[in-house]
């Protein structure tokens, strides 16, 4: 079992950054791709940004490319997700998840989630 914990969000004014974390624990290591995902109000919950076990591969929803950059460190069973540039339309609960599976990650059936954190840009 895995436990993942978001922080780092937050009211931020449109154009700004923030950069949000995910803490895992339970039985964890560096064999897990991860991910984060968003819920807007009122929208189905959309892929963001995933990250295979070592780093070495990353990938990115078009809405957010160029702006958003997912990290891992790995010793500190950590993952990252720094936002730049913020819009309105950026404004969500953003979920971090695990899975084995970086396919998984990327259609977003992952094993493991997160309880959320809540971003609102203001305009």
């Known amino acids: 079992q895995v436990q993942l914990v978001e922080s780092g969000g937050g009211l931020v004014q449109a154009g700004g950054s923030l950069r949000l974390s995910c803490a895992a624990s339970?039985?964890?290591?560096?064999?897990?791709?991860m991910g984060w995902f968003r819920q807007a109000p009122g929208k189905e919950r959309e892929f963001v940004a995933a990250?295979?076990?070592?780093?070495?591969?990353?990938y990115y929803a078009d809405s957010v490319k160029g702006r958003f950059t997912i990290s891992r460190d790995n010793p500190k069973i950590t993952v990252y997700l720094e936002m730049n540039s913020l819009t309105p339309e950026d404004t969500a609960v953003y979920y971090c998840?695990?899975?084995?599976?970086?396919?998984?990650?990327?259609?977003?059936?992952?094993?493991?989630w997160g309880q959320g954190t809540q971003v609102t840009v203001s305009s």
């Open positions: 339970g039985r964890t290591s560096s064999s897990y791709a």
């Open positions: 990250i295979s076990r070592n780093g070495g591969s990353t």
């Open positions: 998840a695990a899975d084995v599976l970086i396919s998984s990650v990327r259609g977003g059936t992952c094993d493991y």
